[in-house]
């Protein structure tokens, strides 16, 4: 769970390669927050029951459609020090700012709900702040609002909030007793 800031050069070819490699999206394609379904793992159907059960998630979702963010989310399995959650800027273009939100795919579920309740946290802060249009300017907001909790790796106290908020509406709307 951390709004990473990769090192290096600018990666808009992560989102040219997410949007040529990506199946399909499993959820609105004008909504702002996009799963993504890959090698057998949906993250549009994450999204839908995320919606589902937790209305602070549902109330992010719908103030993320009206700013000129567009969200990203994927399950991908990058290696054994994964975190459960991380949040990448990954371009901008055609007046619109792209971040990725990669999670954990191996956790369970209430866990990857509640992540991704906090990584679009992160991307709430970063619709925020139109001053965000690279990865240099994203590492400034969060020198600004966040703690540098490792090297390179940023928290906010909004997020972990919005985390421990997604847990205690998880726990009061369990995954079997949803009504469709
Ligand atoms: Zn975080």
């Not at 159907?45 to 000129?68: F, G, H, Q, V």
């Not at 054994?80 to 792209?98: E, V």
């Not at 609002?145 to 726990?171: H, K, P, S």
Request: aromatic residues 6%.
């Amino acid at each position: 769970m951390s709004a990473s800031v990769p090192l290096g050069p600018v990666v808009a070819w992560i989102l040219l390669a997410t949007l040529a490699g990506g199946r399909c999206y499993a959820s609105d394609r004008k909504a702002h927050v996009r799963g993504i379904n890959r090698a057998g793992w949906d993250a549009g159907a994450l999204l839908a029951e995320a919606a589902r059960r937790c209305p602070s998630l549902r109330d992010a979702l719908a103030a993320l459609d009206k700013t000129n963010v567009i969200v990203l989310v994927e399950f991908k399995d990058v290696g054994p020090r994964q975190p459960p959650g991380a949040l990448h800027y990954i371009g901008t273009g055609h007046g619109y700012r792209y971040v990725q939100i990669i999670l954990f795919p191996f956790a369970r579920r209430n866990e990857q709900i509640a992540t991704l309740a906090h990584e679009l946290q992160h991307a709430m802060e970063i619709a925020a702040d139109p001053s965000v249009r690279d990865q240099a300017s994203l590492r400034e907001l969060y020198r600004r609002i966040g703690d540098e909790v490792e090297d390179n790796i940023f928290e906010t106290d909004l997020a972990r909030q919005a985390y421990r908020l997604a847990i205690g509406e998880l726990t009061s709307t369990p995954a079997r007793t949803e009504k469709r």
